[in-house]
């Protein structure tokens, strides 16, 4: 007997390292990008042609990060991307709370229709619109103003938020709420004071899932925004291509300057998205 059992717990120890093992090996994968950006971004234009792309910086050059920062407006496109970033992500979480707050706790004959209309937003494909928009934001005089980005993103984003909050929203109990409607709470305190604090982490979710979508995006500020003062750092990047030269030491700094970010917000809501996609997957 006692053989079976030794046979059966190195069976799942052996598993357990090939496991890990494989694991470690993803992880590296996913983190040598980084990596590789990091080391990219300290090397000049010489160093990058004349060595192998895999080397590590012979004398790494930090002035390369002071040199985007104080001359290439990096400082004035950082601040454009988190005004318009997080705007549009506020304006789509509150907006889609909305929405699946009156889908699933109020009763009307149009709620079924609404609900579909924004899941077929979700088959549109986004720049298929860019012309259309841009006609759009040009007669109502948007063009060339961040307010069309940030209404561009809201509308985008706001049927997969929804879609999101969804599966979470059906499996909140309905007794508090009713409880607080035989107190005289009115609808907008149950969905302030009630409701929305017990989607948190779900919100969580929606909210890292749309700061990725909004700080990375490039095609519709390269439409509809021309002045510098209100690029973002995807468009602000090509101020260091040229006609004649390129410094790439300067594009991989701000590559890397605009990546880490994202890598905060995710590296402190992390555990928070796991919690909203599991708990938003299991109903009842």
């Given amino acids: 007997m006692p053989v079976p059992r030794e046979r059966g717990r190195l069976s799942r120890r052996l598993g357990n390292i090939v496991l890990y093992s494989v694991l470690g090996i993803i992880a590296a994968l996913q983190i040598y990008p980084l990596i590789w950006l990091f080391f990219f971004s300290l090397k000049g234009d010489a160093e990058i042609f004349s060595n192998s792309p895999f080397a590590l910086p012979e004398s790494p050059k930090w002035e390369n990060y002071v040199t985007v920062w104080s001359q290439g407006n990096i400082d004035l496109y950082f601040f454009n991307s988190i005004l318009v970033t997080v705007s549009a992500v506020v304006l789509t979480v509150l907006l889609a709370s909305f929405v699946t707050f009156a889908i699933t706790r109020m009763q009307w004959k149009l709620n079924k229709l609404v609900l579909g209309l924004f899941m077929v937003g979700i088959m549109i494909p986004v720049h298929s619109t860019l012309i259309p928009l841009f006609q759009f934001f040009m007669k109502i005089h948007l063009i060339d103003h961040p307010l069309a980005i940030i209404l561009t993103y809201t509308a985008f984003n706001l049927p997969l938020t929804i879609m999101?909050?969804?599966?979470?929203?059906?499996?909140?109990?309905?007794?508090?709420?009713?409880?607080?409607?035989m107190d005289g709470c009115s609808v907008h305190r149950i969905f302030f004071q009630i409701t929305l604090p017990m989607t948190t982490p779900v919100l969580s979710t929606t909210v890292i899932i749309n700061m990725i979508y909004n700080w990375n995006e490039f095609v519709f500020v390269n439409t509809f925004i021309s002045s510098d003062s209100y690029k973002t750092l995807t468009v602000g990047i090509q101020n260091f291509i040229g006609q004649y030269a390129t410094d790439w030491g300067a594009i991989g700094a701000t590559l890397m300057i605009s990546i880490i970010p994202i890598?905060?917000?995710?590296?402190?809501?992390?555990?928070?998205?796991?919690?909203?996609?599991?708990a938003g997957s299991v109903k009842g």
């Fill in 164 to 181: 999101i909050l969804l599966g979470f929203y059906y499996t909140l109990p309905r007794e508090v709420e009713e409880a607080a409607v």
């Fill in 263 to 278: 890598l905060i917000m995710f590296f402190f809501l992390s555990n928070r998205i796991v919690e909203g996609i599991a």
